[in-house]
């Protein structure tokens, strides 16, 4: 999107007045989540995404999308290992099941079912060809159902500026989804192989993932067939760079988006 059409859907007002009424709909739908009395005492900011107020009352549902097995869990492995350890569920959610040349898509689907074990987490596939991504209205309209009829709290995707296509792809159905659901989930993006794949990113988040990491490295290191010497070793840079900049050994960054009714990563926040 450039500047020019950027504005011009911020100036829409009925745009404005919709998505105004989509998100109080939202937030009020997630009063489950944050519990009654705190959504009558700040609907305005729920409204805005901008309530730091822990959504622990009940069990969190978690779609972490990725192009190929093994983006998530590069991306997000520290995370999601912090995410079911609280007891809330993952899914990974894979654009297409990674099989080019000699990697077959028995190899890729069985490494990937080893990596969601050890992250506690289950596979889910929305059936594309690695390399041959289609983002269209017939996938875009697929994809959403694919990802509303699993009701999600949160869905974390990749960024959109990422040099190969099939993450792109992922990027764009993620986001169209958020916004086929009226926003009534957290979207967020996450990084993989930055100045490889992620290029430009610039967090809003960061979670501390040191007690997690080794369960990420195994998660990460069960798709074997991928060098993951070579692509734990970028991603572990990334990690100790993001560690730097929020005051930890290791960290995990995201992009969370404004307008999402709540902030799933504050289930994190310490007490
Ligand atoms: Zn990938």
């Known amino acids: 999107m450039n500047l020019d059409q950027e504005d011009t859907q911020k100036n829409d007002p009925a745009d404005s007045e919709a998505q105004m009424s989509i998100s109080r709909r939202a937030a009020l739908s997630r009063a489950g989540v944050f519990g009654a009395?705190?959504?009558?005492?700040?609907?305005?900011?729920?409204?805005?995404?901008s309530d730091g107020s822990r959504p622990t009352t009940r069990k969190l549902k978690i779609i972490v999308a990725g192009g190929h097995p093994g983006d998530p869990e590069y991306g997000c492995g520290g995370t999601i290992a912090r995410f079911t350890d609280l007891g809330h569920e993952v899914?990974?959610?894979?654009?297409?099941?990674?099989?080019?040349?000699?990697?077959?898509?028995?190899?890729?689907?069985a490494e990937a079912k080893a990596a969601c074990e050890i992250l506690k987490t289950r596979p889910l596939y929305a059936g594309q060809r690695n390399g041959h991504a289609i983002v269209d209205e017939t996938h875009y309209e697929a994809f959403g159902?694919?990802?509303?009829?699993?009701?999600?709290?949160?869905?974390?995707?990749?960024?959109p500026v990422d040099s190969h296509r099939d993450h792109r792809a992922i990027s764009m159905l993620a986001f169209d989804a958020w916004r086929?659901?009226?926003?009534?989930?957290?979207?967020y993006y996450y990084e993989v192989s930055n100045g490889e794949d992620?290029?430009?990113?610039s967090p809003t988040s960061y979670v501390n993932f040191e007690t997690t990491?080794?369960?990420?490295r195994a998660a990460c290191?069960?798709?074997?067939?991928?060098?993951?010497?070579?692509?734990?070793?970028?991603?572990?840079?990334v990690a100790k760079f993001r560690g730097l900049e929020s005051g930890c050994a290791r960290a995990?960054?995201?992009?969370?988006?404004?307008?999402?009714?709540?902030?799933?990563?504050?289930?994190?926040?310490?007490?």
């Open 37 to 49: 009395s705190l959504m009558a005492a700040r609907p305005a900011a729920m409204a805005e995404g």
């Open 91 to 109: 899914v990974l959610l894979y654009l297409n099941e990674g099989d080019w040349m000699e990697n077959s898509a028995e190899t890729r689907v």
């Open 145 to 159: 159902k694919l990802v509303l009829a699993e009701k999600p709290d949160a869905v974390f995707t990749q960024w």
């Open 180 to 187: 086929q659901s009226k926003r009534a989930f957290a979207l």
């Open 198 to 201: 992620t290029l430009q990113f």
């Open 213 to 216: 990491e080794s369960r990420k």
């Open 221 to 237: 290191f069960a798709h074997a067939s991928q060098t993951p010497d070579r692509y734990y070793a970028l991603q572990d840079q």
């Open 252 to 271: 995990e960054a995201f992009v969370r988006m404004a307008q999402n009714p709540f902030d799933v990563l504050s289930v994190f926040a310490k007490a």
